[in-house]
């Protein structure tokens, strides 16, 4: 037998010693390559073109940092970000991940330019509906398939500039303003609170007149909405929607207490010149940072119910030209670390998160107006699931201001409205 | 074909070349799609004949717009025209010509959007300087953009304030061309100023008038940026267009190209027939 195998001479290494070794050194090279592989760059498409988007910037920075995961961000102004989806995606040209409000889901859907994404890979990245607040986790739906998943709440609240309520005589002695709980109980303060040029109530940013937003909350709290519940006609003539068409006609024309369309309501908040200001939680950080003495408080009940506007922001993922596993990875890879670190996005952008798990955070309760905005996410509520809701809602912006600029009584406003609607195409 | 000509065409060729691809071709593929059902994220578009062209006689926004357009062109003219005109005789001589054409050049420099966030900053019923200073005055604030029977005339004190410069500098140009030698001859026979500027000026000004009142009224059939900063189109549809109204059809409601070719084809339509008749009322040969 021949043993020269086995005999290992003084200063030689043995054959099994040099397969072993030259196997380790093998494994070692190959994970040194793997470690010194480029992971993938994504392309991510949003709107945050406010404060919001600095915030972004900084946690992407720390999401590649810690994860090796680069992302190049697009950020464009919402109309122009949907636009830019719309011819990008089918041209093979979108990117690996959008944000996007929740009424732009079922219209994406709808026309191709979002994946739908399976439960099996939803529940295997770790989401789950339950950790998630019910209009929000729904709101990435359409037609019983999922196509985003929800990041946090933009929402309408109360903002009360207290310079404005004291003057009123609406502060308290415990230094606490007045409240309204009633659609009348507002109409008298805001009467009171209004003189010359310092209106006393407002919904709306830059032009109260045209604000859907706004009216589609008073719809919603009034049981009414933009489609009826089977989605096939205008909802607009229902006697709900009238009644809330005829508040909208009242406020600036009978009742004199809100200014006139085309106004910067945020401006005039900040200026000291309106006292009830209802408008989205975007605001309240540059209240703060104008240093404007406000108050934050639940979105008042002004018809039978107590819903509040809220359009969650969506994480989904545009179809590819050809698919790309390694990028889909690092796209969801960056969708849970932003759920993970959510509650760093909320205390830094302002935007309480759709997932529940932040919402306990002592930092975030600890912050009024935070607080405010968990306070009423039961009430939370979105825009119908039908894709022709944004196309409503265009529609529905000249009608509103007529009616609130008195070009147009409301009835025959929200009649004429209502054919528009009717009449948009499939 | 001579040496000559086919050497000329190939100079022409790249200039023509990418007027073919970037020009002609999207005119005629906006022409085809005028008579499609074309809508983006639709799987197929199919042939619709006059569809879009018959429902736009029905569309009772689209005559609104097609109203608002042809105001705005008629009423913003007159002070385009005249503005300019007055500014540029009076910068045409003097010392401090230069700064001052440069002064009123300056507003042109910016941008549409600029100049509609300005402006609307400065017209705001509740902090904007502009009521500050009226109510200061006694004259109750108003809102100058969300009154039906202001707004367009405030869009278009806008679009003045904007291209005066531009305007005043082609104007300037045109007067500087007119020989001084017949305004002394005026001045020998003892005509006035006045006399002067309607025989001699006036007629000797009418290329560049023609190409200011052609130019504008261009510009003003597809007036959207400002429409679109500072009023949406509102207060209700009292300022809408129709490029806004063709703009929103194609990026803003359904993404239906064939209905936004349409309206783009019978705006291309309306535009071709007021420069036809503007050249047909303006020509004339001018000698100096």
């Known amino acids: 037998m021949d043993t020269s195998d086995h005999v290992v ?66 950020r464009l102004p919402w109309a122009d970000l949907y636009a830019k989806l719309q011819v990008a995606v089918p041209a093979g040209e979108g990117p690996d991940l959008a944000l996007i409000h929740t009424v732009e889901v079922p219209h994406f859907a709808n026309d191709g330019v979002l994946e739908a994404i399976d439960d099996a890979t939803t529940t295997g990245k770790g989401f789950r509906g339950e950790d998630y607040l019910p209009a929000t ?16 709440v933009p929402q309408h609240i109360l903002y009360l500039n207290m310079k404005v309520m004291k003057d009123g005589g609406l502060v308290g002695a415990d230094g606490r303003p007045r409240v309204p709980a009633s659609r009348d109980e507002l109409v008298t303060m805001a009467k009171r609170l209004t003189k010359a040029d310092t209106f006393g109530f407002a919904i709306g940013t830059v032009n109260p007149g045209r604000y859907t937003w706004g009216f589609h909350n008073l719809l919603w709290q009034n049981g009414a909405n933009i489609y009826s519940a089977d989605l096939k006609r205008a909802g607009v003539t229902d006697p709900a929607a009238l009644e809330v068409a005829g508040f909208w006609e009242a406020l600036p024309n009978q009742h004199k207490v809100v200014p006139p369309a085309n106004t910067s309501c945020r401006d005039a908040f900040i200026a000291g010149r309106l006292g009830m200001w209802i408008a989205g939680s975007w605001n309240f950080s540059g209240l703060r940072e104008a240093k404007v003495d406000f108050v934050a408080v639940p979105m008042p009940r002004l018809f039978k119910q107590a819903v509040v506007w809220a359009m969650p922001h969506q994480y989904s993922f545009p179809k590819p030209k050809a698919a790309d596993r390694a990028k889909r990875e690092a796209a969801w890879a960056h969708v849970r670390w932003m759920t993970d670190n959510v509650a760093e996005w909320t205390l830094k952008a302002g935007q309480v998160s759709a997932s529940r798990k932040a919402h306990g955070d002592p930092r975030i309760t600890g912050d009024p107006v935070l607080r405010a905005l968990l306070a ?51 | 074909m001579s040496r000559q000509t086919r050497v000329a065409y190939a100079f022409l060729a790249p200039g023509l070349l990418l007027f073919a691809v970037y020009r002609l071709y999207p005119l005629l593929e906006g022409l085809r799609l005028s008579f499609t059902n074309a809508r983006l994220g639709r799987a197929s578009e199919q042939w619709i004949g006059l569809a879009n062209y018959t429902r736009l006689l029905e569309d009772g926004r689209f005559h609104v717009s097609l109203w608002n357009t042809a105001f705005y062109t008629v009423a913003s003219t007159l002070p385009i025209l005249a503005v300019p005109l007055a500014l540029a ?60 029977q202001t707004a367009m005339w405030t869009i278009i004190l806008t679009t003045v304030w904007w291209v005066t410069g531009y305007y005043l500098v082609i104007y300037l140009a045109g007067l500087q061309d007119i020989p001084r030698d017949l305004y002394e001859a005026a001045a020998l026979d003892g005509a006035s100023a006045w006399r002067s500027f309607w025989t001699i000026t006036l007629p000797l000004l009418r290329p560049v008038l023609l190409f200011v009142v052609v130019t504008h009224v261009i510009g003003s059939f597809q007036l959207f940026g400002q429409v679109f900063v500072l009023t949406g189109g509102g207060p209700g549809d009292a300022t809408r267009t129709v490029v806004q109204h063709l703009y929103e059809a194609a990026f803003q409601n359904f993404f239906q190209f064939g209905a936004a070719s349409a309206m783009a084809w019978v705006l291309f339509a309306v535009i071709l027939v007021f420069s036809m008749l503007q050249f047909r009322l303006l020509r004339g040969h001018t000698e100096y």
């Open chain 2, 89 to 148: 005789l009076a910068l045409n001589r003097g010392r401090l010509r230069t700064l001052l054409r440069s002064v009123f050049f300056f507003p042109f420099t910016l941008s549409v959007v600029t100049v509609g966030l300005a402006w609307l900053w400065l017209l705001d019923p509740v902090v904007g300087p502009f009521n500050y200073y009226l109510r200061g005055l006694g004259v109750p604030a108003r809102s100058w953009l969300a009154d039906p």
């Open chain 1, 9 to 74: 001479e003084p200063g030689s290494v043995s054959r099994r010693a040099f397969v072993a070794g030259a196997a380790s050194v093998g494994v070692a090279a190959w994970a040194r390559r793997a470690a010194a592989q480029p992971k993938a760059t994504i392309t991510y498409w949003n709107g945050l073109t406010g404060a919001d988007g600095k915030v972004m910037d900084e946690l992407i920075d720390r999401f590649t940092r810690e994860t090796g995961i680069r992302i190049e961000q697009q």
């Open chain 1, 137 to 152: 986790w729904q709101g990435g739906t359409f037609q019983g398939k999922r196509y985003s998943l929800p990041l946090d």
């Open chain 1, 376 to 426: 009423q996410a039961p009430s939370w509520q979105v825009g119908q699931p039908t894709p022709k809701w944004v196309a409503a809602e265009n529609v529905t912006r000249p009608v509103i201001e007529a009616i609130y600029t008195g070009q147009k009584p409301a009835r025959a406003a929200m009649e004429d409205l209502a054919r528009q609607i009717n009449a948009l195409p499939d």
